[in-house]
């Protein structure tokens, strides 16, 4: 299980100059875009709206257009939905524990925050320009926060029982028919994410 801080910082090198306007786009909002706070799916009890959704979409679609690979929406939507139900589903069991984010956790959160500011400065754009590219229309700094909290969290909960998370097929199977009706709860909601690819043309033409 990658880190998702250091993943984000990887994808961040990864994307051209030219990907992020030399100024803010006047399509990114001033605030959090219309539709993201719709609920995209429940787990275990627990809304997760479409912004956070498009924390996993976004980037996972830069990925495999770096590559030159052809994905469309239906086909983009569930990966991102695994990758969230993934964290979201380890952040809760090591929350129902008491388990919390290292301080050493806490801090790798902030540096990652800063070093997207500092890259974004250093390819002459806003950090809210930014995390738009890279996240879509529906990141703000502050859910840009919570989300690598709880990722980072997931992966450190993950990292203190990789021994004990090791499971034969025998012991799934009996698992789930044991608490079939706890595991059964993933509430899916269709909501529309358009992963079409920013403009990369500036004021002058050039792309």
Do not use: W
Not at 39 to 50: E, F, L, M, P
């Amino acid at each position: 299980m990658v880190s998702a801080p250091a993943l984000l910082l990887a994808l961040a090198l990864l994307l051209p100059t030219a990907a992020v306007p030399a100024a803010p786009a006047p399509s990114v909002p001033a605030g959090p875009a219309e539709g993201a706070d719709l609920v995209a799916v429940t787990i275990s009890g627990r809304d997760y709206t479409v912004a956070e959704l498009s924390y996993y979409y976004y980037p996972t679609a830069r990925i495999y257009k770096q590559y030159g690979l052809a994905m469309d929406a239906e086909d983009l939507r569930p990966i991102a939905l695994d990758s969230l139900i993934q964290y979201a589903s380890l952040t809760n069991a090591a929350e129902s524990e008491g388990f919390t984010l290292s301080n050493e956790g806490a801090q790798s959160v902030e540096d990652t925050i800063t070093q997207f500011k500092t890259y974004a400065s250093q390819n002459g754009t806003t950090f809210e320009n930014y995390i738009y590219e890279v996240f879509g229309p529906y990141m703000t700094e502050d859910l840009l926060r919570e989300c690598l909290i709880r990722d980072t969290l997931a992966q450190e909960y993950y990292t203190a029982h990789a021994d004990e998370l090791v499971y034969t097929d025998s012991d799934l199977i009996a698992y789930y028919n044991e608490h079939a009706d706890e595991l059964d709860t993933f509430t899916y909601s269709a909501v529309f994410i358009d992963g079409s690819a920013p403009s990369t043309t500036d004021a002058n033409g050039n792309t």
